[in-house]
């Protein structure tokens, strides 16, 4: 495999920006230092520090937007940008079962980076699942296609949740491997890790599988709380420990995947889901790095999600940004909202759309255009290439 050569900057060659002892990163040239701290700064030219981003990157559109600085144009990728509707994707995965490919960082390098020739997007997401890690700790799972991940055991008692044990770095040495050939080809395009939020990845666990209703995750939740409060608190420091791997090995930025979480209301969520999440975000807050917060059907949950610990709060179609951003409050950036079903519309009337986006994140401080929810796979990924150029051109400032 050949990975492209097209990275304004090489490893070894270029500055990164250096932490501050709070944790925070800064960069020389915008470097605000406080008096008598100047020398908590250094500048390095030789290695990536653990955790550091290079200085293009941390200065790249995606990242300012996070940050909620003034940016050159309002940054666009999209969640399941690799894999699925790309035929280059099909064609590497040939033969390969999904949770194989995951293991193999060349491979993984590849349907990474295929995303962002093809499209230009200006981020890249990681190539994995939200189901790896629990795989990565011995969970008997499969990912089925068409179907979803399937759990060989569903979690329900104390003793299966004594079956879920820590995750160490060396659980999931293949994406310290795959990120490192990453952040050396992305050049300055940022790299996003994730991971499954405590709740969706209960509800995989305890269902067996996915599900319409989560009766099982649902009557765990209201029949034994505290076993389920103790299930999300150990996916929490499962989750959080597999985000710390992604951020030391180079992701410049995470995105929690509480795809699900929808499907509670607003007391639930903050009673038996937010401690997990909150913990998460706790756990890697010192690195620095945006945190993003994301799930389906949340119109009622922007608020909590937002004080869960996200820096940015992804939205999905159903609430128009400028109303996302009143039930969020200030101090956060949003992510979205195109409805992903409009990519399946003529051109003019996904670049009418498109511009609803983007007038109705007109006055927001920090916008990421993304898709309200994942690429579907039978999606034009011509489509999606106009909608980025679109999307770059028309918010140019
Ligand atoms: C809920 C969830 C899962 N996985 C994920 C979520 C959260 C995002 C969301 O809400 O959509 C996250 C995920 N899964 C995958 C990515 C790749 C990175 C990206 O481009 O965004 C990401 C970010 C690859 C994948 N994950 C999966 C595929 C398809 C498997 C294949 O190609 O054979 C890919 C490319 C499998 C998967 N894994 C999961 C589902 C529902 C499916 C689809 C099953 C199917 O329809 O075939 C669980």
Redesign the pocket.
Known sequence: MTLPKSAPERAGSRRYVTEHASGRPRVGPRLRVPPGRARLFVVSVIDRPKGQQPTATYDSAFLKACRREPVPHTPVWF??????SLPEYLKV?EGIP?LESCMRPELVAEITLQPVRRHKVDAA???????VPLKAIGVDLD?K?????VVANPIRTRADLDQLRDLTPDDVWYVTEAMGLLTRELGATPLIG?A?APF?LASYLVEGG?SRNHEHTKSLMYGDPQLWADLLDRLADITAAFLKVQIEAGASAVQL?D?WVGALAPADYRRSVLPASAKVFRAVESYGVPRIHFG?GTGELLGLMGEAGADVVGVDWRVPLDEAARRVGPGRALQGNLDPAVLFAPTSVVEQKAQEVLDAAAGLEGHVFNLG??VLPSMSPDALTRLVEYVQTRSAR
């Open positions: 969640m399941r940008q690799a894999g699925r995965r999904m997401i990681y190539f994995s699942d939200i189901v990912i296609p068409g179907v979803g991940p994730f499954g969706t996915p995947f795809s389906v929810h994942g």
